[in-house]
């Protein structure tokens, strides 16, 4: 679940006892944990490998060979070489070299072994065989992977009888074919040219395991990160957006990194300061890299919690159709489409990718427990509104209404409204219309995506690439409210309609008008461009620059006026006066419209980014080279809130230095893992516009015994500044609120409460710390085993301040409470005067303590049934401590439902894969224990169960089951079913009107798909 590593180098030989032409080589290089299936001490040629090889290019079969064999391959290709070339599929139980020989059978290339973990591919040319009558050039260049680390030109030639050498002397030849070389490069958390394990764990979702889950989005893959404790559905956000929740400390706390470069805060998620991670297309995604330690002495600000960086497909080998289509019961259709292809030549690749993604609703009124919110069944609170329809009608008084023997009766059923007299009521006398309103919000709202992804990279010469890299994404999102109701109107006494001939009280429904919908528009364009290159010196640089804007349109068409209402009720002509009175409409088109305010936001943001560094050896030391990173980083943010109520317009600049260590310890062998003792040193210091600078350092150790066992641990500091809304939103003012004042013994206040920015914000600050082993046992073949323990400390969290914390600690926040000037009275009485205003806008305050530890295990199983892969991935967590009152005491959270995100103590993903003869099978289990509820007033007796969600998935690769035919070649069907036991969330207090805990559930339910992805 890691990247490949590819190293390239030119190198110039004499081979077979005789002097060649220069030859580009390409040395692949296996994964992490790849084990032989049979003791090191066989002969290699009696080594079997079980190979799951798709159609590929050459260079990415050979790629794939290495990931599964943990053999290295050099690949020396002539200039006749079509390293575009599509070979396999293969697939089966075989020797390396038999491997080789079948997967290579159309291409005409050669291959021999170097040593018993090497071996060269090449052109027969290259083995003093013409090919055709004709020789390699001078010089050849090999095809590489963006953005992967290069060796520097050597001297020596891979002649068959190099093998890695544990000498202290070994040159870096030689070391060019050590077993340090096989190990996997993991771009997040370092800009290192490292292989191989960090001192924190990486999980990487690669392009084949994303397909596997048949997940339609990264949200949906981040799903099997038991690292986030706790997500939030769709509708929960109203502009659709769903984000990053690492070790729940905040969903502005998780940088996100699109190819290794930093985003801004999506446009439509400006109040949040989060990326909207439904805004990148999946197509356009190879693989998803998520560490989860903090890393802002590599990355800066925003990584406090952990970092995602999404890898956008670069290297397409031929056109990809894929289509998707799914669905839920009573609704959420999902119908998705994608066309990726490609282009290369020995100098330049290309690849685009243009994706169509489109959902449709699911109401609630689909589900039971939106449908009827009556919770009082589940022995809880009954929720309906009786703002519905038929209308409800109550005295003004508290008296009986005239005519009527009880105070309160409902509108008949099928009134028109018009000549009623207070008889017609009394077949409802005493009775009250209850509706529950969440039947017409939407548990998934409608959304069209349109996306295009561009990739370019252009060799200008040898060392030195252009490249440059576009995404666009369309998205418009339409959700769903409640219906527009009103509780406890004045309709007086001359309303034209109102038949008791009295004020009276009505609780309403605006039928006519429909629920309130809420349309987002949003538009996204982000571009990169840079050059990278290799000095002479072994030193790699790169410059990039990225630019990014975002707008986003906010409309919501049918918003209702609350004032334009009761003016309404108050007209005596009959004509513009609204009738609460009849079961339906309360007036006709041009009344209804009249009642409407639309409401239309703005929201633009803009980031733009220089970042420039270098990397490679400084010196060596006895242990191997000391390695160092340089670098420094511009950029500038910019965002623009334009709504009814409040404009923001303002901006920050950023200026950063950077470095990284990676200082080898102890160990003189090149080519063994033993007694090798490695530190990473890491600073970044940040200069900002708005509040000054920070520098936060961090260090890691790595410490691997021997060839099994990996020992690693890391600490540092991390921070995230104020957002600019949290610093400049403009102040609003809400007048007429009623607040309990306990300090003039509960008497009730009408005060006005003031939200807003504060500018005089500090920044969030952290410090966390990982320790943990990974252990493969040469034993267990192909088993893997991670824990790591981890600790995050979070100091002076921004956060609103409720306004009855402030009045229990009014002697602390007195410069926010204003009170009029007490009078004799209340000086007699020895109270303070009269509420006038409260400041609750964001302040500085509380902390947080969280720590846990992480398991994985994962073991590769052939048999001659098929290949197994079990997986299993867990988070439990030890505390989660958080002061969220001001002068309050750290209450412990885990276990606990929380209306701040409920965080479980145990979080495991399970998983089970078989693949045999093009047909594969795959279920996943997340299972979540059962924990304590909550309502307003605390804890509750109630225990929520535990809940299991399980899904299914299978495939079938056509030309596998039934041979090669142009009908079906690289035709692949996939079906699959999401949350297969259709288990809902149970109710809980905690998500009050909800009935459940948005926090740990959906209403969607179960999810069939089917796929279908055809190659060209």
């Known amino acids: ?129 013409p090919r055709n009558g004709s020789s390699a050039p001078d010089q050849e260049r090999s095809r590489l992977a963006e953005g992967q680390p290069r060796l520097r030109a050597v001297t020596r030639p891979p002649e068959p009888e190099i093998r890695a050498q544990g000498a202290a002397g070994s040159s870096r030849t030689e070391r060019m074919f050590s077993r340090e070389s096989i190990d996997e490069v993991i771009v997040t958390g370092t800009r290192m040219e490292r292989s191989g394990e960090g001192p924190a764990p990486v999980q990487v979702f690669t392009r084949r395991e994303i397909e596997e889950l048949g997940a339609a989005s990264i949200p949906d893959v981040l799903r099997y990160t038991p690292q986030q404790p706790f997500t939030r559905p769709e509708y929960y956000y109203q502009n659709g957006g769903q984000y990053s929740q690492m070790r729940g400390i905040g ?99 290309a690849s685009l990718i243009a994706d169509y993604h489109q959902r449709d609703f699911l109401f609630g009124v689909e589900r039971d427990r939106w449908r009827n919110q009556d919770f009082s069944r589940y022995g809880g609170i009954d929720y309906r509104t009786p703002g519905g329809a038929p209308a409800n009608v109550r005295s003004s008084t508290g008296q009986n209404l005239p005519g009527l023997p009880s105070s309160f009766a409902t509108v008949p059923e099928g009134s028109r409204g018009v000549g009623l007299t207070p008889d017609d009521f009394i077949p409802t006398a005493g009775m009250r219309n209850h509706t529950s309103t969440l039947s017409t919000l939407a548990i998934v709202p409608e959304s069209r995506q349109r996306n295009l992804a561009l990739f370019a990279e252009y060799e200008l010469a040898p060392e030195l690439s252009a490249f440059a890299e576009v995404l666009h994404t369309h998205r418009d999102v339409l959700n769903q409210d409640e219906l527009p109701s009103v509780v406890g109107a004045r309709v007086p006494a001359n309303n034209p309609f109102n038949p008791f001939g009295q004020e009276v009280l009505v609780d309403f429904a605006l039928g006519g008008i429909g629920p309130q919908r809420t349309s987002e528009h949003l538009q996204t364009t982000r571009g990169a461009a840079g050059l990278r290159g290799a000095l002479s010196s072994g030193w790699q640089w790169e410059i990039a620059a990225v630019a990014s804007t975002e707008t986003d349109d906010v409309v919501i068409p049918n918003r209702v006026s609350d004032e334009r209402v009761s003016a309404a009720l108050a007209q005596t002509d009959p004509a513009r006066a609204l009738n609460p009175f009849v079961d339906g409409p309360g007036g006709g088109p041009e009344l209804l419209a009249s009642l409407m305010d639309p409401s ?38 910019r965002m623009v809130y334009d709504g009814d109520t409040e404009s923001l317009a303002d901006g920050r600049d950023v200026k950063a230095l950077f470095t990284e260590l990676r200082v080898p310890l102890l160990g003189s062998a090149p080519d063994a893992n033993e007694d090798r003792l490695t530190m990473t040193l890491a600073a970044r210091l940040d200069d900002y516009s708005d509040f000054g600078s920070t520098l936060n350092p961090q260090i890691g150790l790595m410490w691997r015994t021997s060839q099994e066992l990996l020992l690693r641990g890391s ?9 600019l809304f949290e610093l400049h939103s403009p102040r609003i003012s809400v007048s007429n609120m009623t607040v309990v004042d306990a300090a003039r013994n509960d008497a009730r206040s009408s005060v006005t409460i003031v939200g807003g920015g504060n500018p005089d914000l500090r920044p969030i600050e952290a410090r966390s710390m990982t320790a943990g082993l990974v252990l493969t046992p040469s034993a267990v073949p192909d088993l893997r085993l991670l824990a790591n323990y981890w600790k995050i400390g979070v ?15 009014e002697h602390v926040f007195s410069d926010r409470v204003l009170r009029d000037e007490p009078t004799p009275a209340d000086i007699a009485a020895g109270i303070p005067g009269r509420l006038l205003q409260l400041d609750i806008s964001r302040m500085n305050f509380g902390r947080l303590d969280t720590s846990g530890i992480d398991f994985e295990v994962s073991y590769d199983i052939a048999t001659r049934w098929g290949d197994f892969t079990p997986r299993l991935s867990a988070t439990w967590v030890n505390e989660f ?80 089951m039934f041979g090669p035919s142009p009908l079906w070649n690289d035709l692949k069907l996939q079906a699959g079913v999401r949350n297969a036991f259709d288990e809902l969330p149970p109710f809980a207090e905690i998500g009050f009107s909800s009935g459940y805990d948005s926090s740990q559930g959906e209403l969607i339910g179960r999810f069939g798909y089917l796929r279908l992805t055809k190659g060209f």
């Open 1 to 129: 679940m890691v990247a490949k590593q590819v190293i390239a180098g030119v190198v110039a030989a004499a081979f077979m006892g005789g002097p060649l032409p220069l030859a580009a080589q390409t040395t692949l290089a296996p994964s992490q944990g790849v084990t032989a299936r049979s003791d090191r001490d066989e002969p290699p040629s009696l080594h079997y490998y079980t190979l799951d090889i798709p159609r590929l290019t050459i260079i990415e079969a050979l790629k794939e060979f290495t990931t599964q064999t943990g053999l290295q391959i050099s690949f020396w290709p002539d200039a006749q070489t079509d390293q575009n070339m599509l070979v396999g599929p293969l697939r089966g139980r075989f020797t390396a070299e038999v491997a080789l020989t079948r997967l290579l059978a159309s291409s005409g290339l050669a291959f021999r072994r170097t040593n018993d973990r090497s071996l060269v591919v090449m052109a027969p040319s290259l083995l003093g065989l």
């Open 251 to 349: 969903i502005d706390t998780t940088l996100v990194l699109i190819n290794g470069r930093r985003v801004v805060p999506t446009s439509n998620s400006l109040t949040l300061n989060a990326f909207d991670l439904n805004s990148i297309p999946l197509a356009a995604v190879e693989k998803i890299e998520v560490l989860s330690d903090s890393a802002s002495a590599i990355y800066g600000a925003d990584a406090m919690g952990g970092v995602i960086n999404i890898v956008l497909r670069k290297e397409i080998p031929q056109p990809v159709l894929d289509v998707q289509y799914g669905s839920a019961s009573g609704g959420g259709d999902l119908l998705r489409g994608s066309l990726s292809v490609g282009y290369a030549t020995e100098r330049f690749k």
């Open 600 to 637: 239309v936001d703005h929201h633009f943001s803009r980031g733009r980014q220089v970042s420039a560094f270098m990397r490679g050896d400084l010196w060596e030391l006895p242990a191997g080279p000391l390695q160092a990173v340089v670098g420094s980083e511009w950029r500038d943010e």
């Open 715 to 723: 600490y540092g500091t991390s921070f995230r500044p104020p957002s």
């Open 795 to 809: 100091d002076n969290r921004v956060t609103y301040l409720q306004f009855n914390s402030l009045l229990a600690n």
């Open 881 to 960: 401590d958080s002061v969220d009152e001001p002068l309050g005491n750290a209450v412990n959270r885990v276990g606990v439902a929380s209306v701040l995100g409920s965080v479980p103590r145990w979080r495991v993903i399970g998983g089970l894969g078989w693949k045999r003869n093009g047909l594969s099978a795959s279920t996943t289990i997340d299972w979540l224990p059962g924990y304590m509820d909550a309502n307003r007033e605390g804890l509750t007796t109630r225990r929520l169960p535990s809940r299991i969600l399980v899904d299914f998935q299978a495939s079938l690769t056509v030309d596998e």
